[in-house]
Structure formats: C-alpha cells, structure tokens
C-alpha cells in the first residue's frame, strides 16, 4: 500500500494558497516570507487575519509580512 498522507513540508504550502485565494503572487511573498518554517506559516497566517485596511491579496500578504 502506497502512503498517500501529505507531510507538514507539504501542507503548509498548500494552506497558504487557500488563505490567499490561491493568488499566486501572494503566495510566492507568503512563500519567501515562511521558507517552510513552522513557526513562521502559523505566524504569517495569524497577522493576514489582522490585516483589514487592505483589500488587494498581494497588498494584504505584503502587510502581513
């Protein structure tokens, strides 16, 4: 039987698409932001749900970073 479960390396990346709307522009800053840190993904996706004054996705992922 194949392991098909995704690791957490994986799965970071792929839940920063979803929080930007699957922008990839936002997410290549997300990306940069994060480089498959943990600690920096939850951090990361914490300050984009504090990010109100901004409306455009990249604008917004700017600011959070």
Known sequence: ???TSITEAQQNP???L???NYDTAA???ALAFTQNDTFKYK???QQYGR???QR??????????
Request: aromatic share 8%; hydrophobic share 60%; proline share 0%.
């Open 51 to 53: 990010v109100y004054a």
């Open 56 to 65: 455009d996705v990249v604008a917004r992922t700017i600011k959070a970073v």
């Open 27 to 29: 997410v290549t800053e």
């Open 43 to 45: 951090l990361f996706i």
């Open 14 to 16: 792929l839940e920063l």
């Open 18 to 20: 979803q929080t930007v």
């Open 1 to 3: 039987m194949v392991d």
